[in-house]
């Protein structure tokens, strides 16, 4: 068995809400597997999260940039958020978007890309690091477009215009007035930002994460009759996708309704159908484990004194 360290129980406690005890019952249980951890807890109903989120550590910036009918967001991560005030490295992320919008959203193809200023984006982020004195790395970016229609974003905890912490673009096919798509473009980005979906609908939906919650399901109402527990697991899949599919999410403008409810209901203002084809999100640093320190230690080895 898997030693089962201070260190695991509390990314568990921290991970499910779950006491102490409960986590290191479940890591026990399961060899020390945080994910199986994770659903042992649920399936004895101790977890207060109802699914795993990435935890956010690097620092660094989400750039995101909009024009015609295409929108591009990156992330330029650094080591530590001081940087993300420096107005070059500001500059660097808004040049990186800017190549992203014209060569597409593949790291190595932006990498190869003339950079505005001269060279290459993979020669001018080293240039940054030789001025700033911090490593610094293009880690993903990502694109929706439209035909026609309009792309809708949002940046949240913005520091200045296209950067940010989180950012969202949506993609809203129609042929109806752009000013009112840009307009419900931007509330379904902000609704993106502060729900967090997985998935457009459900047939966007990893099928190993379906059959994971099918499991979970399956294990909680373990001993009832077959035809019983199969509606079980279909009502609990149904209310699983409400919770993490965009279009059958309830709508945090309006609560009455859901986002495809209200992406329909659109047509009559912007006089057309509409639809939403395809959202983007990125938090900075998420699924990052950032190394945590001792910074007395830190200032004390610096200065020659032992801590």
Request: glycine share 10%; aromatic share 4%; charged share 25%.
């Amino acid at each position: 068995m898997a030693a089962i360290t201070a260190a695991m129980v509390k990314d568990l406690r921290e991970t499910t809400g779950a006491g102490m005890m409960d986590c290191k019952a479940a890591l026990e249980a399961n060899d020390g597997n945080l994910d199986a951890a994770v659903d042992w807890l649920r399936t004895k109903g101790l977890s207060k999260a109802a699914k795993k989120s990435g935890r956010v550590a690097a620092e660094g910036l989400i750039g995101l940039m909009v024009k015609d009918k295409k929108g591009v967001v990156v992330e330029v991560n650094s080591e530590t958020d001081f940087v993300a005030r420096n107005d070059a490295f500001q500059a660097l992320v808004r040049n990186v978007a800017s190549v992203a919008l014209t060569v597409g959203a593949d790291v190595e193809k932006i990498s190869g890309a003339a950079y505005p200023t001269g060279g290459t984006v993979a020669e001018a982020i080293p240039n940054a690091i030789a001025t700033i004195g911090e490593n610094m790395t293009l880690r993903r970016a990502a694109e929706v477009s439209v035909s026609e229609g309009v792309v809708g974003s949002y940046i949240h905890t913005s520091i200045a215009d296209g950067l940010g912490k989180i950012g969202v673009i949506v993609a809203l096919q129609s042929a109806g007035k752009a000013d009112e798509l840009a307009a419900m473009g931007r509330q379904i980005a902000m609704h993106v930002a502060a729900t967090n979906p997985i998935a457009l609908n459900a047939d966007g939906i990893d099928p190993a994460t379906i059959a994971r919650e099918k499991a979970v399901l399956a294990e909680k109402n373990a001993g009832k009759p077959a035809n019983v527990l199969e509606k079980i697991i279909e009502s609990g899949l149904k209310s699983y996708y409400k919770e993490v599919c965009l279009l059958e999410q309830s709508y945090i403008h309006d609560p009455s309704k859901t986002v495809g409810q209200a992406v329909k209901e659109a047509a009559g203002k912007v006089g057309a159908p509409v639809e939403l084809t395809a959202y983007v999100r990125y938090a900075l640093g998420e699924g990052i484990e950032k190394q945590e320190s001792d910074f007395a230690a830190e200032v004390a080895a610096a200065s020659g004194v032992k801590a």
